[in-house]
């Protein structure tokens, strides 16, 4: 027997065949197969517990009869019951080195992990700001979330789809065009293009008040725009692609590549099929002239209606939402949709899919998994937003670029004999993984607290100490002269001492980590299972000398600082972050 990449999956599979032996399959047995407390075991089974209470049956004689019928389990694990019939499963030594010796590289990771999503195509819409406009620190949490989300997806066998659904369009570009026909300067265009088309919306603003003749001609702005006049359409793209030439070196920093950028204006041409067939199926009503869909079954939906044409005929963020679901089923022929915003659109994306679920199976279309990926709200250190001092949008340059500076301060306090160009690119690394690791570490759904001294720190759940761990494994194969692409464990016998086991165990459990934060589309899962492993690496480290003479502990010891490398590596990368050799 041997084990696979995921232990806790195969133990579930064992369980129901054992379950299914005695006659238990029909009547719903789950295993309930869990990472146990390591004082009791690695992995624990309490399905036992609900079953037999449902069944009127002794749990623990249940519990046993689970165990005897897989019988075979006991060739990799020490099987225990305990109290009133949790099954606890511990790890044989030998079965921890089988799994070790199999899963020596990212690709072998990766190939174990892949089974979860093989053959499925997922479409993730993420960081999406508005054009013409400041990406804000909303849309930075977005693409850190949602950039996490895909490497998740990709490495769990999904065909990743990376969407930047662009704010590109709306009546703001009347405006934006009147100003910029009068006051733009091409200089500034070329230097700050989001700064510029900021100021000549302000511009455009301020000159048209309402009543006024001004505001007329940014309204015929707006419908020669609308209607295709070749100016307008000109300037328009204009604007999208000199914002998105400025996003794009954000993007750039922080390691993402979309594959489409399809904003709201792509939509503009789809929107008709979408009042029509939600007309057909009578899920959609007029009111006051307007189209909008109610949902009687929900206790605020059934009031609160789905806008989704505006009284005056125009499309609006419904309208292009609900082409853009059917786009990614048809097109894409997405098996899941995943939307990362901010949790303020939490309504709109509950009526979206609430809509999108109803017209989909009155029509028998295929529905995809849809989920809203939220987050919370990004405060200072004083808990409230976080703006600069005279309450403007942080420009997120600004702050990447002081992420950069503070690292490189820190790198050069602690490594003055680096080169300056080696203390930059590590600094790169560490700064801008700090800003990433911090929005990922913590449960997504709460704020975050922005704290450059919390996020810079060497110690802590934190990026610098991450990457400071895989810094410090290298090292080992670096003083002793020895190739970590192709470390010498071969005669490594299986772990021995506590904080080999230890570590072992924690190694093994990569696979858990991987897939709760898959399944819950949490990445805070996998930042702390690395934050665990590089703590029962220190651990081991601290216990047990690596380079000894023996050779049969040496190359176990070696064994395990290089699967400890390839793991923490793969993890930081599945965040977005790059690693480095030294720090
Ligand atoms: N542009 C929107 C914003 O800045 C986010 C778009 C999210 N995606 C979507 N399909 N609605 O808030």
Request: aromatic content about 10%; some cysteine.
């Given at each position: 027997?041997?084990?696979?990449?995921?232990?806790?999956?195969?133990?579930?599979?064992?369980?129901?065949?054992?379950a299914?032996?005695?006659g238990?399959?029909?009547r719903?047995?789950?295993p309930?197969?869990r990472?146990?407390?390591?004082a009791h075991?690695d992995?624990q089974?309490n399905?036992?517990?609900?079953f037999a209470?449902?069944e009127?049956?002794?749990p623990r004689?249940l519990?046993?009869q689970?165990?005897?019928q897989?019988?075979?389990l006991?060739?990799?694990?020490d099987?225990?019951l305990?109290?009133?019939?949790?099954?606890n499963?511990r790890?044989?030594p030998?079965?921890?080195?089988?799994?070790l010796s199999t899963h020596?590289?990212e690709?072998?990771?990766?190939?174990?992990a892949?089974?979860?999503h093989?053959?499925?195509t997922w479409?993730?819409d993420?960081?999406s700001?508005?054009?013409?406009?400041?990406m804000?620190?909303?849309?930075?949490?977005?693409?850190?979330?949602g950039?996490a989300?895909?490497?998740?997806?990709?490495?769990t066998g999904?065909?990743?789809?990376r969407?930047n659904h662009?704010?590109?369009?709306?009546?703001?570009?009347g405006k934006?065009?009147?100003g910029?026909?009068?006051w733009?300067d091409d200089?500034a265009l070329?230097t700050?293009p989001?700064?510029?088309?900021e100021r000549l919306?302000?511009?455009g603003?301020a000159?048209?008040?309402?009543?006024?003749?001004?505001l007329?001609?940014a309204?015929?702005?707006?419908v020669?725009?609308?209607?295709g006049d070749a100016q307008?359409?000109?300037?328009w793209?204009?604007?999208s692609?000199v914002s998105?030439a400025?996003?794009?070196?954000?993007?750039?920093?922080?390691?993402i590549v979309?594959?489409?950028?399809l904003g709201e204006s792509?939509?503009n041409d789809?929107?008709?099929?979408?009042?029509r067939e939600?007309?057909?199926?009578?899920?959609?009503?007029?009111s006051?002239?307007a189209?909008?869909?109610?949902h009687?079954?929900h206790?605020?939906f059934a009031?609160?209606?789905f806008l989704i044409r505006?009284?005056?005929?125009?499309?609006n963020?419904?309208s292009?939402d609900?082409a853009?679901?059917?786009y990614r089923?048809?097109h894409f022929?997405a098996d899941?949709?995943?939307?990362?915003?901010d949790?303020?659109q939490?309504d709109?994306?509950e009526?979206?899919?609430l809509?999108?679920?109803?017209?989909?199976?009155a029509k028998s279309?295929?529905?995809?998994?849809?989920?809203h990926?939220?987050?919370?709200?990004?405060?200072?250190?004083?808990?409230?937003a976080?703006k600069t001092?005279d309450?403007g949008?942080?420009?997120l340059k600004a702050l990447?670029?002081?992420?950069?500076?503070r690292a490189f301060?820190?790198?050069?306090?602690k490594?003055?004999?680096?080169s300056?160009?080696?203390?930059?690119?590590?600094?790169?690394?560490?700064?801008?993984?700090?800003?990433?690791y911090?929005?990922?570490a913590?449960?997504r759904?709460?704020?975050?607290v922005?704290s450059w001294?919390?996020m810079?720190?060497?110690e802590g759940?934190?990026a610098?100490y991450l990457?400071?761990a895989?810094?410090?494994v290298r090292?080992?194969f670096?003083k002793?002269e020895?190739d970590?692409?192709q470390?010498?464990?071969?005669?490594?016998?299986a772990?021995e001492?506590a904080?080999?086991?230890?570590?072992a165990r924690?190694?093994?459990?990569?696979?858990?980590?991987v897939?709760?934060a898959?399944?819950?589309?949490r990445?805070?899962?996998?930042?702390?299972y690395?934050f665990?492993?590089?703590?029962a690496?220190?651990?081991?480290y601290?216990?047990?000398?690596v380079?000894?003479?023996?050779?049969?502990?040496?190359?176990?010891?070696?064994?395990l600082c290089?699967?400890?490398?390839i793991?923490l590596?793969t993890g930081l990368?599945l965040?977005?972050?790059?690693?480095l050799e030294?720090?």
């Amino acid at each position: 027997m041997s084990l696979p990449f995921n232990v806790a999956a195969h133990l579930d599979a064992r369980l129901r065949a054992a379950a299914d032996r005695l006659g238990l399959a029909g009547r719903g047995f789950d295993p309930e197969v869990r990472v146990a407390d390591p004082a009791h075991g690695d992995y624990q089974a309490n399905g036992a517990l609900a079953f037999a209470k449902r069944e009127k049956q002794n749990p623990r004689a249940l519990a046993q009869q689970i165990v005897d019928q897989a019988a075979e389990l006991s060739a990799d694990f020490d099987l225990t019951l305990a109290g009133p019939g949790f099954i606890n499963f511990r790890a044989k030594p030998a079965s921890l080195l089988t799994w070790l010796s199999t899963h020596d590289s990212e690709e072998q990771l990766r190939a174990g992990a892949s089974a979860s999503h093989a053959g499925q195509t997922w479409v993730v819409d993420y960081s999406s700001p508005n054009t013409a406009k400041q990406m804000h620190v909303g849309h930075l949490r977005s693409a850190v979330i949602g950039e996490a989300i895909c490497r998740l997806l990709a490495f769990t066998g999904a065909k990743v789809i990376r969407d930047n659904h662009l704010g590109d369009w709306g009546t703001q570009f009347g405006k934006l065009i009147y100003g910029y026909k009068r006051w733009v300067d091409d200089e500034a265009l070329m230097t700050d293009p989001i700064e510029e088309l900021e100021r000549l919306y302000k511009l455009g603003h301020a000159a048209t008040p309402d009543g006024s003749p001004e505001l007329e001609e940014a309204k015929r702005e707006l419908v020669k725009l609308q209607t295709g006049d070749a100016q307008n359409v000109a300037l328009w793209k204009k604007f999208s692609d000199v914002s998105l030439a400025a996003f794009q070196q954000i993007y750039d920093r922080l390691g993402i590549v979309f594959d489409h950028n399809l904003g709201e204006s792509f939509y503009n041409d789809k929107v008709e099929r979408i009042y029509r067939e939600l007309g057909e199926t009578k899920l959609a009503e007029t009111s006051e002239g307007a189209l909008v869909v109610f949902h009687p079954e929900h206790p605020r939906f059934a009031k609160q209606p789905f806008l989704i044409r505006k009284a005056d005929g125009a499309s609006n963020y419904a309208s292009t939402d609900l082409a853009t679901a059917l786009y990614r089923t048809e097109h894409f022929t997405a098996d899941g949709i995943v939307v990362v915003t901010d949790f303020r659109q939490g309504d709109h994306f509950e009526q979206l899919f609430l809509t999108v679920k109803k017209w989909f199976a009155a029509k028998s279309y295929r529905l995809p998994e849809l989920h809203h990926v939220t987050f919370g709200a990004v405060t200072g250190e004083d808990g409230k937003a976080l703006k600069t001092r005279d309450g403007g949008v942080i420009k997120l340059k600004a702050l990447l670029d002081e992420a950069e500076d503070r690292a490189f301060a820190i790198v050069t306090e602690k490594n003055p004999d680096l080169s300056e160009d080696e203390r930059r690119e590590i600094a790169r690394a560490v700064g801008i993984g700090a800003v990433q690791y911090a929005d990922l570490a913590q449960n997504r759904s709460s704020n975050y607290v922005f704290s450059w001294d919390k996020m810079l720190a060497l110690e802590g759940n934190t990026a610098p100490y991450l990457l400071y761990a895989v810094a410090r494994v290298r090292s080992i194969f670096r003083k002793a002269e020895l190739d970590p692409a192709q470390p010498p464990v071969a005669g490594a016998t299986a772990p021995e001492t506590a904080q080999e086991l230890a570590l072992a165990r924690k190694l093994v459990q990569f696979a858990d980590a991987v897939k709760l934060a898959t399944d819950q589309l949490r990445p805070h899962f996998l930042c702390l299972y690395l934050f665990e492993l590089a703590g029962a690496y220190s651990a081991f480290y601290a216990a047990d000398k690596v380079i000894v003479d023996d050779p049969a502990v040496r190359a176990r010891r070696l064994l395990l600082c290089h699967r400890t490398l390839i793991t923490l590596e793969t993890g930081l990368h599945l965040l977005g972050l790059r690693t480095l050799e030294r720090m």
